[in-house]
């Protein structure tokens, strides 16, 4: 649903977002136990905005990784820093502080921006009283860019190819976070989505934002 429809409640930093973050750890195990990729982004899930025949630029070949710094988001004019995060015991993505909505959390122990694979960035929607850093992220469409500030001095940009809405009942751990080609440095950004159930203090579906690596600008060796 849209930003402006959600409705107002308390507890809501991030709450759809663990539920989902919690199944990475589960992914991350049965990854490495039976070394399977994931296929596409398909299926029992509702697509937010995918065109049919939407031209789209060639994949850049992954770069040497580096920690992002900074995410900026042109269209949605979000241009937020990025701090690492871990897994908590439960197995899921340890947010940003509640005192930093706007601020985006970047998986460290996972893909580096711009290397081969998929990283995971994730975000707050809203707080108690305010919208978040990804409130609108459901509104991005294939073709917009994605901009990763890296702290070699580059700058990795991502081209948006999906955006897809996960219900908690078919939430695929391996769609969401596994890379949708392989050799492709992709990315994903991560927020809650569908309505706030204010009695479980959670949203019903997650919103995740697939991009791929299609450029590269800034040292080292200024290449495009």
Request: with cysteine; glycine share 14%.
């Amino acid at each position: 649903m849209a930003a402006e429809d959600r409705p107002a409640g308390s507890g809501r930093l991030l709450t759809g977002i663990a539920w989902a973050v919690l199944l990475l750890g589960l992914w991350l195990w049965g990854r490495e136990a039976t070394g399977g990729s994931s296929a596409p982004t398909t299926g029992d899930v509702a697509a937010v905005g995918r065109p049919l025949g939407a031209p789209l630029p060639p994949a850049h070949e992954p770069i040497d990784g580096a920690v992002p710094r900074r995410v900026e988001i042109p269209s949605l004019e979000i241009a937020a820093p990025v701090v690492p995060r871990g897994l908590d015991a439960a197995g899921a993505i340890e947010p940003p502080s509640y005192g930093t909505p706007g601020t985006v959390g970047w998986y460290g122990d996972g893909t580096e921006p711009g290397a081969e694979g998929a990283a995971l960035l994730v975000g707050h929607v809203d707080t108690e009283t305010d919208p978040a850093v990804f409130y609108d992220l459901s509104t991005v469409r294939p073709g917009e860019k994605v901009r990763i500030g890296r702290d070699d001095g580059t700058v990795a940009e991502f081209t948006v190819d999906d955006v897809q809405v996960f219900t908690r009942e078919r939430f695929d751990a391996r769609k969401a976070y596994g890379p949708h080609e392989d050799g492709r440095a992709e990315l994903r950004l991560i927020t809650c989505g569908g309505t706030y159930d204010p009695e479980a203090r959670a949203y019903t579906a997650n919103v995740v934002v697939s991009a791929y690596l299609t450029g590269r600008s800034g040292a080292p060796g200024g290449d495009a």
